[in-house]
């Protein structure tokens, strides 16, 4: 007896206990399927969907390549073997057309130019040298023209001897070849003169030239003037010089790509250390590389101060611009019938052929085959299909989707 009663007060309390377990445990799951459908029978497992909205793409290709100068420019000395004896611009300066970054020992060429134009001043006397003797020359023959005349005369009329007019002849034509002569003696001295004018010239533009100077506005890129050494056409030039500053990006892009890049598509060009800057394609290579398949192009930024020759950047082309319904790539299953997604209509899985257009940023045109508004299986290919029966939950919400 007291065995059961123990037994029985040990029992009441586990009897109480089941039976509050039998009242409490079924009702759990029934608010949980109420709470996800709305009261509705249960609608399945929950999935990640996405809705098909209006969405802007831009296709881009990326480049990548180093940063060069749109036109460089070489200033080399025009002259050889002369004395660099003054450097008057540094690497980094802006310069202007005709500005004079260096020059050169004039010395010897002004020696030259003196010389030679004391040689036209003698030119110039000998020309009014032969002038005077033409006037001579011609007064001489005008006298023995003069002289052969009467003898001509004296002559028919026998008041002369043959051998006085022989002479008179003779007088006429000493004269006739004095004058030109003469005149030959001008022509001469003239000749001199125009080739001394001719050599002034040249040793004045020489001296020139030892002012070594910008060609056209630029920044100088790299300078290898030396003041001392002696300068020669043949050696590396003095200066590089970016003309007008402009900087651009050369960059290598390959092959299957190029056919969509056409002169003037915008881009953006990133560099190191630096924000991204804007350019436009302004070149493309006709040449591809044969070893490695890839073209170039040429994409210009323009005159900026913080662009450095030679620095590493990439490039996006924007190569077309659309405005059309899109879905994350994700949901997009492609097969060898085509690009399919899983739409998600009445609490069922539906899968659908669509036309896929431009990918952008992580999305995917769709031409044909969706709505705008309708629900998509976040992640395409996954173990459901066509009518089983899911809720779909809109990415980034915790919201189950009434999908209709």
Known sequence: MIRSKQHSARRGPVCALMALLSLTVPAAPLYAADAATGGKEDGGPTVSAARAERTAFTETILVTGSLVARTEIMVAPQIDGFRLSEILAEEGDRVKSGQVLARLADEMLKVQLAQLEASLVKA???????????????????????????????????????????????????????????????????????????????????????????????????????????????????????????????????????????????ARIDAAGLKPREGKVRLISPEIDPATRLGRVRILIGDDPALRVGSFARGTIDTAKSSGLGVPSTAVLNRDSGAMVQVVKDGRVESRRVATGMVSNGMVEILDGLRDGEIVVLRSGTLLRDGDAVRAVIAGTTTVSEAK
Request: no cysteine.
């Open 124 to 266: 110039e006397a000998s020309i009014a040298q032969a002038r005077s003797r033409i006037a001579e020359a011609e007064a001489n023959q005008k006298q023995a023209d003069a002289a052969f005349g009467r003898a001509q005369d004296l002559v028919k009329s026998g008041s002369t001897s043959r051998s006085v007019y022989d002479e008179r002849e003779a007088a006429s034509r000493t004269s006739a070849a004095a004058v030109a002569l003469s005149r030959d003696g001008l022509l001469v001295a003239q000749a001199e003169k125009t080739q001394i004018e001719a050599q002034i010239r040249e040793s004045r533009l020489r001296l020139g030239y030892t002012e070594i100077k910008a060609t056209e506005d630029g920044l100088i890129s790299r300078r290898k003037a030396r003041v001392g050494a002696l300068v020669s056409n043949s050696s590396e030039p003095l200066f590089r010089m970016v003309a007008k500053g402009e900087i651009e990006l050369d960059a290598e892009v390959p092959e299957i790509y190029l056919p969509r890049i056409t002169v003037g598509l915008p």
